[in-house]
């Protein structure tokens, strides 16, 4: 079974992670045929933790998991940190595939909705 981890930074201002809990509650809704099983983990300042948020997973039935590094950039935390969390993980579950997608900040069309938004009136 599929899992998607969606990852951000932690804040300390509990409604930013609070977001980030909304978003992956609308992630699941909509990807469900895709990925069963989806959860979100923080890099600090809110729980659960990218370890945890692996373990919310496959202790849910995942035998894959879907790392997804909700950033802009690829920084210390993109390129160092959260491979380290996801590498312990793997060592300990070996018979599960976790892998780490691309960045958001990676994706094409992140282009196109910096100018759609642009031009959305606030």
Do not use: W
């Not at 969390?85 to 595939?97: H, S, T």
């Amino acid at each position: 079974m599929k899992a998607l981890l969606v990852i951000a930074h932690g804040s300390r201002r509990a409604e930013s992670n609070d977001e980030v809990r909304r978003l992956t509650d609308t992630l699941a809704r909509r990807a469900q045929a895709e990925f069963p099983i989806v959860c979100c983990g923080f890099l600090e300042l809110a729980e659960p933790s990218i370890p945890n948020g692996i373990e919310q997973c496959v202790q849910a039935g995942a035998t894959e998991v879907v790392v997804l590094p909700y950033f802009l950039s690829a920084g210390r935390h993109v390129v160092t940190d959260i491979p380290n969390d996801v590498r312990g993980k793997q060592e300990q579950y070996p018979q599960v595939n976790i892998r780490i997608a691309a960045y958001l900040g990676a994706h094409d069309r992140v282009t196109d909705l910096l100018l759609e938004s642009a031009l959305i009136p606030a």
